[in-house]
């Protein structure tokens, strides 16, 4: 079971689902919110987390990935001046070569063209080191996948300033993207399993016609 600490304005909560977590922080301006695997933790971090909410527009990014499946999921989330404005979650369209870095690179990928699409300049908020380096030219691009990022931000990048932070440390929005990413795949696979039973019926009806 997992305890999820949600620190509003005026109030204090410990919840055990993320729908319930999800109910008090969407769209709620000024709430931190982090998941344990204890109460007791949960009690610890409320008692001594602090208030700081990023001002300007920032877009977090995250990735994620899981060894039972083959493709990456990528979120972002646009925020300014602490009021969410818009995000957004998939999956990558080939499967991973690294993990949860195709997601991160993906994220930002999507980060830069919401930029771009509504002409404005924003932050890219991100925990892995390669979506600024490789986008500044600062690292040399060899894999494929970081060869592919480069190729996809091409005159995306001027609408971008980049920011790195650490991941999981209470940051309402850290934690909110960090859960879309793991959303994707999630839906993602209850899709593909929903497609493989829609196969296996039609398989079945066409052997069932084959009888006559």
């Given at each position: ?25 969407h769209g709620v301006k000024g709430t931190l919110f982090k998941s344990f695997g204890t109460k007791e933790e949960a009690k610890a971090w ?58 991160e690179l993906m994220a930002a990928y999507k980060a830069m063209q919401w930029l771009k699409a509504n002409n404005r300049t924003g932050v ?89």
């Open positions: 079971m997992k305890y999820y600490a949600v620190k509003c304005t005026n109030s204090e909560h410990i919840v055990t689902s993320w729908s319930e977590c999800e109910r008090l922080t409320l008692s001594g987390v602090s208030e700081t909410f990023p001002e300007g527009l920032r877009l977090f990014v995250d990735g994620s990935f899981s060894p039972d499946f083959d493709y990456a999921g990528w979120a972002f989330v646009a925020v300014e001046n602490g009021v969410e404005l818009a995000s957004a979650y998939g999956i990558t369209p080939q499967p991973a070569e690294s993990r949860n870095i195709d997601g890219i908020c991100h925990d892995y080191e390669g979506i600024a380096r490789w986008a500044k030219g600062e690292w040399k691009a060899k894999s494929p996948v970081a060869l592919r990022y480069i190729e996809d931000i091409k005159g995306l990048v001027g609408n971008a300033n980049f920011e790195k932070v650490e991941a999981h440390t209470g940051v309402k929005w850290n934690e909110h993207v960090d859960e879309l990413a793991k959303k994707a795949i999630v839906e993602a696979k209850k899709a593909k399993k929903t497609q493989a039973k829609a196969s296996d019926s039609l398989n079945n009806i066409e052997l069932d016609l084959g009888l006559f």
